[in-house]
């Protein structure tokens, strides 16, 4: 049985800190609070997901931006009011390791910046020894990967963020 203050105070100190995701599993009972829009609380169907980001100064999690605008920060286009970006966000159809290349010596199959096309060979996903290739299934850029080389995931995790065509 869950005490519904103790659920109400975790709640409370998650919305209050910097923490975007906090789980707890206390024998058989497990918590999952999470701030993004996107969480994963159970079975069921996942399919993909849209992210909306904040472009701009106080953007919450920070994409690259181009060369130019780098260089030159006090140009027109760095002054001009914050604009919302959608992304898609590619998430993990199952719990495995995430491999950014097929070989420990290779390239890795897309870093940021790289225009990918439906059907490109994203990552490797290890489940099992079974090692699945995760493709892309928008045409577009990729804007972040979320997650390190040779991580653990969890099924419904976002793994890249692609601003698509």
């Keep these: 049985m869950i005490d519904l203050a103790f659920l109400k105070r975790l709640i409370e100190t998650v919305e209050s800190s910097d923490i975007d995701t906090l789980e707890i599993s206390r024998w058989a009972t497990k918590i999952r ?3 993004s829009p996107n969480a994963v ?4 169907a996942l ?14 999690a920070p ?9 030159n920060p006090a140009s027109p286009a760095a002054a001009a009011p914050a604009e919302t970006t959608t992304y898609h966000e590619v998430t993990s159809p199952m719990v495995g390791t995430f491999y950014r290349a097929p070989a420990p010596d290779a390239d890795p199959y897309v870093d940021i910046g790289d225009r990918v096309r439906v059907g490109q060979t994203l990552c490797i996903l290890e489940a099992m020894k079974l ?3 995760l493709e892309a299934e928008v045409s577009g850029t990729i804007r972040q990967i979320v997650v ?3 991580e653990p995931v969890e099924y419904g995790q976002v793994l ?6």
């Design 47 to 60: 399919g993909p997901a849209t992210y909306h980001v904040k472009a701009g100064p106080n953007a919450e």
């Design 33 to 35: 609070i999470s701030k």
């Design 160 to 165: 890249f963020r692609i601003q698509p065509d």
């Design 131 to 133: 090692m699945n290739e």
């Design 63 to 71: 994409l690259p931006t181009p060369a130019a605008e780098q260089q």
């Design 148 to 150: 390190e080389n040779a």
């Design 41 to 44: 609380f159970g079975g069921g």
